[in-house]
């Protein structure tokens, strides 16, 4: 541990704590691991964490033959929530490779195109709230309106559930009560182990209202299901999660774990691909001509059709990389940890016991310029171009984590908000606020804050042929 540098200035007991700060600890690293390089711990309250975060360091963490998932610090603080869901499940608990298993077909290619169709129902919603403030001349609330989004698509493609998120003039209490366990488990990282429980009585006191909250509601959305007599079969998330065996051993989630799960996908499923869709759109409003080639890329693909087809998302190529550009500069979930599986040494140098684990900086390591190039901070989509790619080491990539434990809602994410980028390009003209500055806010995921944007109709896109375009 002695060769990996930390900041110079420590104070017994507070570590390194001071000076850092509470409400965005991601940045903070991220200024700090600036300084130190690719690898650099801080301490905080006797605790020390290792950060890492250059790309030849995190493609050896990469290996799975040497390293696994880490449940620790903010994934392991969400385990009063979401306990051995598939998110926070220890490798060794053996359901998640149960729910691993039943699971992973509802994330298939042919679930993927049962989805589309709600997928579309749900954008409408959105399109159709858009179209009102645009034509009131209001700007609209990107992060609020993509939370919107994410939270009605996650629900009823994966449990047929209507939270109504677009009659309503404020979150869901279901978000609510979810922010605040998302920002109650990350100030539980920084938080001083003696002092906070004594300090934070009545904030733990809400979390725990929060999680009671949020966990009524699973269980009202899995009676409903429950209730109907299987009539209601959908072949979704949830049926899979109630009548599916595993196909080898034949054993099924306890009602406990389902409760779990649902959780966790709501959650999971939501608030990260909400901040990659306000990300990209803020980049989108800030570049003209990505904007435009996006544009123009929506309408040679799509042409005229009403609403695209499965097939016709996956084919908007460039809409694509500006996403992965966007998750590239703010990968949305900002860190995941890594542990040794057994004795080994980290870059020929760093000697980690069987246990051992760090923490990869993503958002660092998406701008190291030793993997990146020089301009590692600019946006720029062709940066995803295939030749690119290739030119790239593996590994420097890794918005949706890695190895067994990787995101299961990649494909499920990128096709929702691919198809609704390619749906606002095609139908509106974004503007910024001049003087907006992008600052980003932490609650366990990172989120434009105070992100709004003015809409026009674009008048030669297909839909602005329909009569209630024709009123405005
Ligand atoms: C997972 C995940 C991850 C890993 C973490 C660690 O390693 O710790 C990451 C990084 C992620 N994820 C990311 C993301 C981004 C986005 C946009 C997303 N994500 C989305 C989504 C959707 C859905 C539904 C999901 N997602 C889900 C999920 C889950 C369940 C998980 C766990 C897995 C296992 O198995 O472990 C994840 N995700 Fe995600």
Not at 4 to 28: C, E, F, N, T
Not at 184 to 212: E, F, H, I, S, V
Request: proline share 7%; with cysteine; net charge positive.
């Amino acid at each position: 541990l002695h060769r990996i540098p930390h900041p110079p200035r420590r104070v017994p007991v507070l570590g390194d704590v001071l000076g850092a700060s509470v409400r965005s600890p991601v940045q903070d690293s991220m200024r700090v691991g600036r300084q130190l390089g690719p690898v650099f711990r801080r301490k905080a309250f006797n605790k020390e964490i290792v950060f890492v975060w250059g790309a030849d360091l995190a493609a050896e963490l990469a290996d799975e033959s040497r390293f696994a998932k880490h449940v620790g610090l903010g994934v392991a603080n969400l385990r009063p929530l979401a306990g051995d869901g598939l998110f926070t499940a220890y490798n060794h608990e053996p359901n998640w490779q149960l729910a691993h298993d039943i699971l992973a077909p509802g994330f298939s290619r042919a679930a993927m195109e049962g989805y589309h169709p709600l997928m579309l129902d749900v954008a409408r919603q959105l399109t159709a709230f858009w179209d009102e403030r645009s034509h009131a001349g209001e700007a609209v609330d990107v992060p609020g309106d993509m939370t919107k989004l994410t939270l009605e698509t996650i629900a009823r493609t994966g449990f047929g559930h209507d939270f109504g998120s677009f009659e309503r003039s404020r979150p869901h209490p279901f978000v609510t009560a979810m922010v605040g366990a998302l920002s109650y488990a990350q100030r539980r990282n920084t938080a001083p182990p003696l002092l906070g429980p004594l300090m934070q009585r009545g904030a733990a006191k809400r979390d725990k209202a929060d999680r009671a909250y949020l966990d009524s509601t699973v269980d009202q959305v899995v009676e409903a299901r429950r209730g109907s007599d299987g009539t209601g079969a959908r072949g979704d998330l949830l049926d899979r999660m109630l009548e599916t065996a595993h196909p080898d051993t034949g054993e099924r989630l306890s009602p406990r774990n389902i409760r779990r799960q649902v959780v966790t996908f709501l959650v999971a499923g939501h608030e990260t691909t909400s901040g990659a869709l306000s990300f990209a759109l803020h980049y989108l409003s800030r570049n003209p001509a990505v904007l435009r080639r996006a544009q123009a890329e929506v309408e040679q693909v799509w042409g005229g059709t009403e609403e695209p087809a499965y097939e016709q998302v996956a084919r908007l190529r460039y809409v694509r990389r500006v996403l992965d550009e966007s998750l590239r500069l703010w990968p949305t979930a900002p860190a995941f940890s890594r542990e040794a599986l057994r004795a080994t040494t980290l870059g020929g140098l760093h000697p980690m016991h069987k246990g051992a684990w760090a923490l990869v900086l993503i958002m660092l390591l998406h701008r190291d310029p030793a993997a990146w190039g020089e301009d590692a901070e600019t946006f720029d989509p062709d940066r995803f171009e295939p030749k690119a790619v290739r030119a790239r080491p593996p590994h420097v990539f890794k918005p949706f984590g890695t190895g067994a434990r990787a995101c299961i809602g990649r494909q499920f994410a990128l096709h929702e908000a691919t198809l609704v980028l390619g749906l606002l390009l095609r139908r509106y003209d974004f503007r910024a606020d001049p003087d907006y500055r992008l600052e980003v806010s932490e609650r366990l995921t990172l989120m434009p804050r105070g992100l709004r944007l003015h809409l026009t109709r674009r008048t030669h896109s297909p839909q602005a042929r329909t009569p209630a375009a024709a009123r405005g």
